[in-house]
């Protein structure tokens, strides 16, 4: 069994900094890809950044220059630091892996609860 746990979800001021964390546990093997998506209702998920186990990342354009995403391997988890925050970017936040576990030995993707994060005056 794989479990993706996100953290962090909070009402902040926009111009605000907020850190959402997720942590994956389970029987894994290896994780790929390791990512944050955001859906608000009415509205399909987008991704919002992604990072590939070799370091490197991608961001949606709306979110370059004030969102950061990192990855520790050896813990299994992924952060998303979220500057400059502004209502537009109001959502649920979902982490998301592309993971092999010991029970199925195959690449499977992996989606967290989701946690609300809310930019409002």
């Known amino acids: 069994q794989v479990q993706l746990v996100e953290s962090g979800g909070d009402v902040v001021q926009p111009g605000g900094s907020l850190r959402l964390a997720c942590a994956a546990s389970g029987s894994i093997i290896s994780i790929l890809n390791m990512g944050w998506y955001r859906q608000t209702p009415g509205k399909q998920r987008e991704l919002v950044a992604i990072t590939a186990r070799n370091g490197n990342t991608d961001y949606a354009d709306s979110v370059k220059g004030r969102f950061t995403i990192s990855r520790d391997n050896a813990k299994n988890t992924v952060s998303l630091q979220m500057n400059s925050l502004k209502s537009e970017d109001t959502a649920v936040y979902y982490c998301?892996?592309?993971?092999?576990?010991?029970?199925?030995?195959?690449?499977?993707?992996?989606w967290g609860q989701g946690t609300q994060v809310t930019v409002s005056s």
């Open positions: 998301n892996a592309v993971i092999m576990s010991t029970i199925t030995s195959q690449w499977y993707t992996y």
